[in-house]
């Protein structure tokens, strides 16, 4: 059987084509097509099963059961196994997810949340957004679709947030540091450092040196560039360990930025100082239960943070849950 096409529609319908299309993508209030016309075009996608029915199928029922998740990068662990846990949540109540990766551009997101809104028509979406605060869903048009934010908070946005003790883990983790008798203990931060969860591990880290009389200076916040992890991290180990050859701790604010360290003291330069320096992580990854260094890590409830925001937005979604939400989960710290 021939699939239906958009021509077939208009053939049928007697609209043409580039009008069917803008109620299909969601822009039909924006070029003035009226309520009636839109149901007839929708309906008509319902009822020839024309392939992007699951427009015909929101208007119908309100829903179109998928929900958005945009996070900084896929590729990371710790977003990885959130929208593993996301995804099955929902696919138990008949969800699908859709899931995208900003990259930590502001623009690529703005992008990716009006695609999804506009274009998806998604029922709501979870986010771990890169924006500096929250003026951009401050506005109308984005406060109509329930968002959850997630890993961050926004300042300026009274929003709904799932988020992790950052300050808590970083401040217990560079304790245990000082406990070993660490004394110049070098932070490897990253980029954009307006990031709430960076911003709160840098504070955790600094209260914690400050307290024991460890500090030294803010030269020992280096930060790394998001793009360019494997040059910058051996470029800033290379330099810090010139400058300061008694730094006895490397703590790496994400897995990333540590994977990226275990592998640039592999470089002959600064590979005499592995064996003396003790290794540290916000984040826990498989990674380091195989390397021959015992990292000390701080692990975040991944699966509690999918589960807590999946049915917090569905809640939303569905009108049972009307006020403002900050879960704050505690993270546990893993000595090997």
Partial sequence: MKRLQLEDLSKQLGYSKTLISMVLNGKADQYGISKKTQAIVMDAVAKLDYTPNKFAKALRTGKS?????????????????????????LFDRGYNLMVCSSNEDEEREKKLIDMMINQQGVDGIIIASTFKNGDFFNNARYSRTPIVFIDRILPLHNGNFVVTDNYGGSREIVEALIKKDCKKILCLSITPSHISTIDDRIKGYTDAVQKQGTNNGEDFVVPINFNNIPDDTLGALKKMFFLHPDIDAVYSLNNHLASAVLKAFKDKAINKYYDKVHMACFDDIELFNLVDKPVLSVSQPVNDIGTNATLLALDIIDGKHTNKSMIVLPTSLIVR
């Avoid at 945009?70 to 590729?75: F, H, K």
Wanted: aromatic fraction near 12%.
């Fill in 65 to 89: 059961n998928f929900i958005g998740l945009i996070v900084a990068d896929i590729s990371n662990p710790f977003y990885s196994t959130i929208a593993k846990n996301i995804e099955s949540t």
